[in-house]
């Protein structure tokens, strides 16, 4: 079995081509051009990739939910006014008369987060 980058990688655009997905490269020394992904990238690995030891797969699966739950429901972002995503998520509900069709909504009405595993 072969293992890398560069597998992982060709693997990753077979399975995008055979799914109908697009797939678009940012420019060498461009990261503002996808600089949403780049910031979480840095925040993933600034403050749980570089701080975490992981001692089998359950155990890194854990600690990213973890951090993934923090992120998301604790942690205040400052492009948010200092909210977390599920505050300012949940004050967008609140005003979401005065914007209709503004959140994204579920495929089904059978919809159940999965809590905190991945």
């Known amino acids: 079995m072969c293992y890398g980058t560069e597998f992982t ?12 997905v697009e797939w678009h490269y940012i420019d060498p020394g461009k990261p503002q051009q996808n ?3 780049e910031s979480f990238n840095g925040s993933l690995r600034d403050e ?10 359950a155990d ?3 600690k990213l939910a973890l951090w993934r739950y923090d992120y ?10 200092n909210r977390s995503p599920a505050e300012a998520r ?7 008369g005065s914007a209709p069709g503004a959140l994204a909504q579920p ?8 809590g905190l595993s991945l």
């Open 9 to 20: 990688s060709k693997a990753i655009l077979k399975w995008a081509n055979e799914n109908g």
């Open 35 to 37: 600089g949403y992904i």
């Open 60 to 62: 890194a699966r854990r």
């Open 90 to 96: 949940r004050a967008l509900e609140q005003s979401e």
């Open 48 to 57: 749980c990739l570089n701080e975490e030891i992981f001692d089998s797969l």
């Open 107 to 114: 495929e089904t009405d059978h919809y159940q987060p999965q």
């Open 72 to 81: 998301n429901n604790v942690r205040p972002h400052s492009s948010l006014g």
